[in-house]
């Protein structure tokens, strides 16, 4: 099973970012921080979200298959794949599969049909994937910023 390893990257990964983005505005000092540090500890910190946000999402899903794989002689249709309030609805229910990216809980139908269960993380994947652009512009403007300060550094006469 790929989910737990997957997991366990995925937090480290984020508890990993948000020590280098606090780490290091702790270290230069707030008001001491140029705009490189602040741009470079606001990508990490946006990617901290992102990975904790795909975190969150990957444990709904997880939590989705442990229902399913203990739902005993209630096996069919599996519990995920059941809607309140229409117990017809998952009667063609045949199995279920499960997508990384985003983390979702698909039901699939005997005709080939699937559909996605919310697994109490819906916005999961358009929260994080914009948190992870957000990372990116701001690591893109704090290699800028680097650049700036090199070539200003080495136009100025001595």
């Not at 009667?91 to 039901?107: E, K, M, W």
């Not at 994947?125 to 070539?151: M, W």
Request: proline residues 6%; charged residues 15%; positive net charge.
């Amino acid at each position: 099973m790929v989910l737990l390893p997957l997991l366990l990257v995925t937090v480290l990964v984020g508890f990993g970012l948000a020590g280098y983005g606090f780490g290091r505005l702790g270290t230069v000092g707030v008001r001491a921080a140029g705009r490189e540090t602040w741009f470079r500890c606001g990508a990490a910190l946006a990617g901290a979200a992102a990975a904790a946000l795909y975190a969150w999402g990957l444990l709904g899903v997880g939590l989705a298959l442990v229902v399913t794989d203990e739902s005993g002689t209630d096996a069919f249709p599996p519990r995920p794949c059941r809607v309140e309030g229409d117990p017809g609805a998952a009667a063609d229910v045949v199995g279920h599969r499960v997508t990384y990216l985003p983390p979702r809980y698909h039901c699939v139908r005997r005709d080939g049909g699937e559909y996605a269960v919310d697994t109490g993380a819906g916005a999961v994947g358009p929260a994080a994937s914009a948190l992870l652009a957000a990372s990116g512009a701001s690591a893109c403007l704090a290699l800028a910023e680097r650049r700036h300060n090199a070539r200003g550094r080495a136009v100025k006469p001595v």
